[in-house]
């Protein structure tokens, strides 16, 4: 009877293990990854899942140093999404794919340029103000914009790797995946152990 005892335990014990082991790799497969970068007076975001899949429709929070909310938005089909920068600061991203699924990321302020301006509305007497000035100084700003987009062009396919690169190694690996088997049949050896010695002292 002892022995048909132990063997329903052992039964059942192994049952949870095997649960366990589902749940926590679906959580693994789901994890959420997030990625943000400054492309001139914007944020560039990519979301996605740790098996591949983009972050579709997610909520997007951005705050500042002091969690004040500065500004929001939604990634698309394919889990981007191009945000202004609200503010010089340090920004803080949220994003919320539904069902518990969640992930932050951190934009320092030594990333936004120097020169940026916070977007606002142009009032009649900036736009005057705007065009007043040489011939010369307004071919250097033009200049300056053709170079910036032209390395912003250039760079923009090098951080889509870096963000790949990023997601693969989120990943759950082999050696992570048997490591978690090995620490769940560890456990239960151990629970067996003491089950069994239980048993002898009986």
């Known amino acids: 009877m002892n022995k048909n005892k132990f063997y329903s335990f052992f039964t059942i014990l192994l049952l949870i293990v095997v649960l366990s082991f589902c749940f926590s790799t679906a959580v693994l497969a789901h994890r959420v990854i997030l990625y943000a970068y400054v492309e001139g007076s ?3 975001i990519e979301a996605g899942f740790s098996d591949g899949s983009p972050a579709r429709l997610a909520k997007l ?11 929001t938005g939604e990634t698309n089909e394919a889990g981007l999404a191009e ?3 609200p503010a010089r600061t340090d920004l803080k991203i949220i994003l919320k794919a539904g ?13 936004i340029a120097k020169d940026f301006k916070q977007p606002a509305d142009q009032t009649l007497d900036n736009q005057n103000s705007a065009v007043i000035g040489s011939s010369n100084e307004l071919s250097k700003a033009e ?4 170079v910036a987009e032209e390395v912003s062009r ?5 951080r889509k790797q870096i963000a790949k690169l990023i997601t693969e190694q989120e990943k759950p690996g082999i050696s992570e995946i048997l490591g978690g088997i090995g620490y769940i049949i560890g456990l239960m050896g151990v629970a067996l152990y003491f089950i069994s010695r239980k048993r002898s002292e009986s």
């Open 143 to 146: 200049l300056r914009e053709i």
């Open 154 to 158: 250039e760079v923009k396919p090098l």
């Open 61 to 71: 929070e951005i705050y500042d140093k002091q969690d004040n909310l500065l500004a």
């Open 83 to 85: 945000v202004a920068i």
């Open 42 to 44: 914007n944020l560039e």
């Open 99 to 111: 069902m518990g699924h969640q992930a932050e990321y951190q934009i320092n302020e030594s990333e």
